[in-house]
């Protein structure tokens, strides 16, 4: 039985600043998190929950916003505080989105940074288990796709090159950008990070498909290897741009 003497915040509770719709009106949607987005199309949390709070867990339980994407309504109706409105609400601003990156393919981003990545990747913050993804992008430094590549301990002993560059095979290109997150919150890379990256760069090197960066993600922030020199030659140099 719910204890409905607990206090709870509602988003009006919250300071402006800290508020999706404001954060939103203010900074603009690249500026918000998954959740504060997904927070906003659902307008309301319930008793005990606000709709913040219901989004983070959302994403929790459908491992991030791929798995959101691939959840049926139905499913998505059944997690408490969702409801069949909810989800198709949700199922719907989905569809947009995709029908959008389909109509315009040459709009798809370009990635010209390790910030850049991490926009589109700042989901993964609220991920439970580890999650290793890429970034794939064609001769044009366009992105093409962000598959997750494997769930669990991210480590060079269980993830496998094959693994890694099949998609990338698959959809011809010819450069890519790791990025796995760390549910502790702390990016601190590890030496098994390093050692991983390392084994990758190696491998995309004989297979044609350059590993411009690895990010390693956590709680609001993340770090990447490039940028501090971690198996990659260049510290400190510009993102490099993955059309040449």
């Known amino acids: 039985m719910e204890d409905t003497n607990t206090p709870w915040l509602t988003i009006k509770d919250l300071p402006a600043e800290e508020r999706p ?5 203010q900074h603009g949607p690249a500026a918000l998190s998954a959740a504060e987005l997904l927070a906003i199309l659902l307008r309301t949390g319930r008793r005990g929950e ?32 969702v409801g069949l409105a909810k989800a198709t609400q949700i199922q719907a601003a989905l569809e947009l989105g995709r029908r959008v990156a389909a109509a315009a393919p040459e709009e798809h981003p370009c990635v010209r ?15 439970e288990q580890e999650t290793l993804r890429t970034i794939l992008m064609n001769t044009r430094g366009r992105v093409v796709a962000i598959p997750t590549i494997y769930v669990g301990n991210v480590s060079t002993t269980l993830v496998r090159p094959a693994e890694v560059f099949r998609e990338a095979i698959r959809r011809n290109a010819v450069s890519l950008i790791l990025a796995h997150n760390h549910p502790s919150g702390d990016p601190t890379p590890s030496p098994e990070d390093i050692a991983l990256t390392r084994d990758l760069i190696a491998a995309g090197q004989l297979l044609g498909i350059r590993v411009l960066d690895h990010l390693i993600i ?5 770090i990447s290897l490039r940028e501090r020199g971690l198996s990659f030659n260049a510290p400190s140099s510009p993102h490099p741009g993955s059309g040449t």
């Open 218 to 222: 956590g709680h609001g922030r993340y």
């Open 50 to 81: 606000n709709a913040l709070q219901l989004a983070h867990r959302i994403l929790q339980r459908c491992e991030g916003l791929s798995g959101l994407g691939r959840i049926p309504a139905h499913e998505l109706a059944r997690i408490p505080g």
């Open 21 to 25: 719709r404001e954060r939103l009106l």
């Open 113 to 127: 940074s390790a910030h850049e990545a991490y926009m589109l990747l700042a989901d993964m913050a609220d991920l």
